[in-house]
């Protein structure tokens, strides 16, 4: 039982307040931005932008996004995006779900995405089409 909590473990990277990263960087699992990054992150994984981390950026890309700190670029998330109070955003957005706290400072554009279920809905047993369909549901909302 506990070789299955070891492979449900998500690493997490932490670029520190001292760190200053100019580049394309790419991760799977999640990375926490607590300093400066210029450059492009095209990810799979979760990204964090901390309160008082600065990025300018041509893309990002990752499953989620959550902003707290000040971001100058265009953002795309699979799954969501959320903009924390105090935070600055500029730049257009793509993403299924969206959450902007009051107090932000965003400058851009929203598109939003449908994310459709993972499984083909005519090959799925009824069980398996009612999941996809409730999960499709939620993102839709």
């Known amino acids: 039982m506990s070789e299955d909590k070891e492979t449900d473990k998500v690493n997490e990277t ?21 300093g400066k990054f210029n450059g492009k992150i095209q990810a799979t994984g ?35 995006v959320e903009i924390c109070s105090g935070s600055t955003v500029i730049g257009d957005i793509t993403t299924a779900r969206i959450r902007i706290a009051s107090n932000v400072n965003f400058e851009g554009q929203v598109t939003m995405i449908d994310k459709e279920p993972d499984i083909d809905l005519f090959t799925a047993a009824s069980a398996e089409y009612k999941k996809a369909m409730t999960l499709h549901s939620d993102v839709i909302q």
């Open 46 to 80: 979760d990204l964090e932008i901390a309160k008082n981390a600065v990025c300018t950026v041509e893309k990002i890309s990752a499953r989620s996004i959550v902003i707290s700190g000040s971001v100058q670029g265009n953002l795309e998330a699979s799954e969501r």
């Open 14 to 34: 932490v670029f520190g307040p001292e760190t200053e990263f100019d580049g394309e960087l790419e991760f799977t699992d999640k990375l926490v931005i607590t």
